[in-house]
């Protein structure tokens, strides 16, 4: 069964630091999602991408945030200067239709993110 | 941002009783909505969706029932099993977005 990869499983930074997290989504599918949970609270959208261009984002996708689909199968998540407050779990996940009707996002199984 | 709420942190179910999960928005103009199961240590696992014009849905041991005027949506799983055991999130999609706004989550726990 297909599935979303994400690399690495956990990251632990120093505040200040660039990281970089990593996800493969399902082959055929075309929209691309992150979100994030901190510890204790609900998981939160931070944004969409599609065809190559971001769709939508959350107040949380600062200008520290960025996104990119360097090649035809990773899309990944970078945050430029990590912050105390950026350690979270974060998802990725992916979808074959973007309106998000009559389809689910399918997501993987996280990043956790610790910054020091 | 509390658009989508899930007001019991944990629940607790007996073997082949049944499990109702509950969920209120406030946004009556979300349109579509769904429920996702989630074990530690992995990303959330889609269960089962509803459109805002049905009122039920029903996949197996699972249905979701949607009442629009309360702005309350429920899970229902029957029988319930110990593999159930997890956190189920609600979420909720605005018309014409990408995103999906989650509820906080309920622990399941069914015993054997």
């Known amino acids: 069964e297909p599935e979303v990869t994400q690399t690495p499983s956990h990251q632990v930074t120093q505040m200040g630091q660039e990281v970089i997290l990593r996800c493969v989504p399902i082959?055929?599918?075309?929209?691309f999602y992150w979100y994030r949970q901190i510890l204790g609270q609900k998981v939160e959208f931070l944004v969409s991408?599609?065809?190559?261009?971001?769709?939508?984002k959350s107040e949380i996708f600062d200008d520290q945030f960025s996104v990119e689909r360097p090649d035809g199968s990773n899309f990944t998540l970078k945050i430029r200067s990590t912050k105390l407050e950026d350690s979270a779990m974060y998802f990725c996940a992916s979808s074959d239709l973007g309106l998000a009707l009559s389809n689910e996002q399918f997501f993987g199984p996280g990043t956790r993110l610790t910054v020091l | 941002d509390q658009q989508v709420k899930q007001n019991s942190p944990s629940l607790s179910v007996q073997e082949g009783r049944i499990s109702i999960l509950n969920c209120d928005y406030t946004?009556?103009?979300?349109?579509?909505f769904l429920w996702y199961k989630k074990y530690p240590a992995e990303g959330p696992t889609f269960l089962i969706s509803i459109s805002s014009i049905k009122d039920k849905n029903e996949d197996g041991r699972f249905t979701v029932f949607l009442n629009k005027s309360a702005k309350h949506l429920s899970l229902h799983i029957v029988p319930s099993q110990p593999g159930d055991s997890a956190v189920y999130f609600c979420?909720?999609?605005?018309?014409?977005?990408?995103?999906?706004?989650f509820g906080t989550g309920t622990r399941l726990k069914v015993l054997a």
């Open positions: 991408f599609y065809n190559n261009e971001i769709s939508e």
């Open positions: 082959s055929n599918h075309l929209y």
């Open positions: 946004n009556s103009m979300f349109d579509y």
């Open positions: 979420a909720a999609s605005p018309p014409g977005t990408y995103k999906y706004i």
